[in-house]
């Protein structure tokens, strides 16, 4: 499989054409954006780190039948993908109140929820990805009922192993944001989880401090991102103690692969 032309660029992520038709490469930038954009930088390392953890939960949920995009990794920056239609709608997923919720409803911070909440935005950056109901999702034909319903059923289960996961590495799981695309099957299409992961997409809070081991700490400037997302990976086992992939060896590795070209 080769890989092809540049098809897309986004805030995070470079989407590659591959000599497959059905597959993609996805290769994950350093760049780190916030507040719709308004806020960017580069964190060097944080796409090694990303597409590592990302590769470790999707295939994770693949072994527990959650189909989704990943095919393999290819290399420290880079994952085969499969090609996917997206459905344009952001799913949140909220165990806890923070961000955005406590904003909007005047919620405290921290407010365990009951069950776990989905929220749907409208994956549209110049309107700064508007919070819609289902019946918009319906009245527009983003997608239908029951893609709906199979992706709400999905996105329980995911959440459910995910809090599980994290909890055994003594990290809560306070919310996360998931894509999801349709796939040509058989002549059918079924819909598929279609999104990285990480913890540039989900709040992850360390269970006896609450301290954020996320992107909440670009967001709100609270420096040490990669020490951060090294933890993560450190604890779900991805990086060990001994490992040549500690953060400053990643950051390293980076600079020392960008240097050559
Ligand atoms: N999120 C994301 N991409 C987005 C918007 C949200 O990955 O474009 C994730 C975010 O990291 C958090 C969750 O979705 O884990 C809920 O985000 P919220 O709406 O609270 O975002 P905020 O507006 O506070 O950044």
């Not at 805030?11 to 490469?25: F, G, H, P």
């Not at 239908?144 to 199979?150: D, G, H, R, T, V």
């Not at 086992?237 to 590795?253: C, D, R």
């Amino acid at each position: 499989m080769k890989k092809g032309k540049k098809l897309y660029e986004g805030k995070a992520k470079i989407i590659y054409a591959t000599s497959d038709k059905d597959l993609v490469i996805q290769y994950f930038k350093d760049d780190a954006t916030a507040f719709n954009n308004q806020k960017k930088s580069t964190i060097e390392g944080k796409g090694v780190l990303n597409n590592r953890i990302s590769e470790h939960i999707l295939s994770s949920l693949s072994q527990i039948g959650i189909k989704n995009h990943l095919v393999k990794r290819l290399n420290m920056r880079e994952q085969v993908v499969k090609l996917v239609e997206i459905i344009p709608i952001e799913f949140i997923v909220r165990n806890v109140a923070t961000g955005s919720l406590t904003k909007r409803l005047g919620i405290e911070d921290g407010t365990v929820l009951k069950e776990p909440l989905i929220e749907y935005c409208l994956k549209d950056d110049k309107l700064g990805d508007p919070l819609i109901a289902e019946e918009h999702i319906l009245a527009f034909d983003w997608a239908s009922k029951k893609e709906i319903e199979k992706v709400k059923k999905m996105i329980l289960r995911i959440n459910d192993f995910m809090i599980g996961m994290f909890r055994g590495v003594g990290i809560k799981l306070i919310d996360f944001k998931l894509e999801f695309g349709r796939l040509n099957a058989n002549g059918k299409k079924d819909v598929i989880l279609a999104d990285e992961i990480s913890p540039d997409t989900c709040r992850l809070w360390d269970s006896l401090t609450d301290k954020k081991l996320d992107k909440d700490r670009f967001r709100k400037d609270l420096g040490d991102l990669i020490p951060a997302y090294t933890e993560v990976a450190k604890r779900l086992g991805i990086l060990h103690e001994q490992s040549n992939l500690s953060a400053v060896n990643v950051t390293k590795l980076s600079s020392v692969k960008r240097k050559r070209k």
